[in-house]
């Protein structure tokens, strides 16, 4: 029998429904349980492709090559399971479905209404493909009150009276806030996101209280007896040091044998040991190692959630600690800038799109070059990586991308701009913008005897795209003269999707996106290698 849960917030956002939809997720798991985790947010976009980094963070892309919310990420790394397209619905893609059944004349001639309409359409996804599960986890986005989120939440309070409190949990994550100037917790915000709930006709089973402190008894009893909650189902969901942390800290508070209560359920104990180990490690590194990164989207450091989560599962596969060094790629516009570079053991270019910051990131891809620093070019880093050689080592000093300039040397371009008919096709963009990327998981054919294959071990990877623009394959001879090794290709020949540059102790750039397959108990080999590079510098430096 398959049972759904819940997870609602309020108060404000970013409280953590993601991580704690993921813990929870893993400590069933742990007890032998089948989980399915999906996310709903009420946005209107269709999926957050188009959405700047700096309001919504990463997107997360799925091995069919959906677009998704960067929980998706928390979701597989914590459990393992991986994402499907259907895992994430928006409210753009609930009202375009209903608006499409419309025109089709799929109801009959009704008043289209968002119940029972677009209520149906939510719980038609929730239900979609969970036969075979336990436990299907569903976090809405946003916070309670929010009105792009009222037919979400009534979609789910119809699934309980339709399926049965014995198939249903509600979990509400909350914040209790500590007033530094008078010493205290407060549980009024706490109290008034329960009865804005309770007025849309859910009532929450389990209270997850966000708090940077521990929550007195006299407070936890508040909070129950005004929230109509059982005091056991008060849980505290306390700040950790670090998001590995989360799934033992909510099993000791609770929160899983809560779940199992409430459902009747026996159960094996959770067998938590590779998350004691994991937390034991990142506690007690052997040294450190410092990687700069060079990005456009510092600001908010979610636009790079899954990269960072990757450097720290390498890092802790080397036993060290993690620092990361952040580097405005504009402020490397002038070589003269590049001092900041100096002191990092390692350098990396993330993903990213538009011209803005690329001089200053072509500046940091010599600078890791010329200075013997391990280097790891992801996406448009690796793109990066080609200009600055094909400009400084091949001499063709107006190379460019077609996405930032016209140019008589695009060593990086749409794929049909040089390759139809020996004849440079120029693709335009007039569609939908996904519509021209190459998205989700491709194979990619290694060459023997290469860094990547003994990095890999393997002949033929699979890793996640999201690009439009690829390495021009016309100039890859003209390349590999001056020591690029293009180590990496598509299993027809054509896409270039790693290369690796020769007499140099580790330089490397891959056109896909390792950072999204990484876990934190399977840790990217390249992030591995890479790390273990950077601390081999580290100590002869």
Known sequence: MTRFIFITGGVTSSLGKGLASASLASLL?????????????????????????????????????????????????????????????????????????????????????????????????????????????????????????LPFLEAIRQLRNELGKQKVLFIHLTLVPFLQNSGELKTKPTQHSVKELLGLGIQPDILLCRSQKPIPIDSKKKISLFCNIKESSVILAIDVNNIYEVPRNLHKQGLDNEVISFFKLKTKKPNLKKWQLIEKRILNPDGDVTIGLVGKYNTLADSYKSLIEALIHGSVSNNVKLNIKWLDSELFTKKISLNGLSDVNGIIIPGGFGTRGTDGKINAAYYARKNKI????????????????????????????????????????????????????????????????????????????????????????????????????????????????????????????????????????????????????????????????????????
């Open 374 to 541: 391990p280097f790891l070019g992801i996406c448009l880093g690796m793109q990066i990586a080609i200009i600055e050689a094909a400009r400084n080592l091949a001499n063709l000093k107006d190379a460019n991308s077609t996405e930032f300039s016209k140019t008589n040397n695009p060593v990086i371009g749409l794929m049909t701009e040089w390759i139809k008919e020996n004849k440079r096709v120029t693709r335009k963009l007039n569609g939908d913008l996904g519509g021209t990327m190459r998205l989700g998981s491709y194979d990619c054919n290694l060459k023997k005897n290469s860094k990547v294959y003994h990095i890999y071990k393997k002949n033929r990877i699979s890793e996640r795209h999201r690009h439009r623009y690829e390495v021009n394959f016309n100039y890859i001879k003209t390349l590999e003269k001056f020591g690029l090794c293009f180590s990496g290709m598509s299993p027809d020949g054509k896409l270039p999707e790693i290369f690796e540059l020769e007499n140099h102790p580790w330089y490397i750039g891959v056109q896909f996106h390792p950072e999204l397959k990484s876990r934190p108990f399977d840790p990217h080999p390249l992030f591995i290698s890479f790390i273990k590079a950077a601390i081999q510098r580290s100590r002869l430096f």
């Open 29 to 149: 798991q742990a007890r032998g349980l089948k989980i399915h985790l999906k996310k709903l947010d009420p946005y209107l976009n269709i999926d957050p492709g188009t959405m700047n980094p700096y309001q919504h963070g990463e997107v997360f892309v799925t091995d069919d090559g959906a677009e998704t919310d960067l929980d998706l990420g928390h979701y597989e790394r914590f459990t393992g399971v991986p994402c499907r397209k259907d895992d994430n619905l928006t409210s753009g893609k609930i009202f375009s479905n209903v608006l499409i059944k419309e025109r089709k004349g799929e109801y009959l001639g009704s008043t289209v209404q968002i119940i029972p309409h677009v209520t149906n359409e939510i719980k038609e996804f929730i239900l979609k493909n969970t036969k075979s599960d336990d436990f299907v986890l569903c976090e809405i986005g946003g916070t309670v009150g929010d009105i792009e989120g």
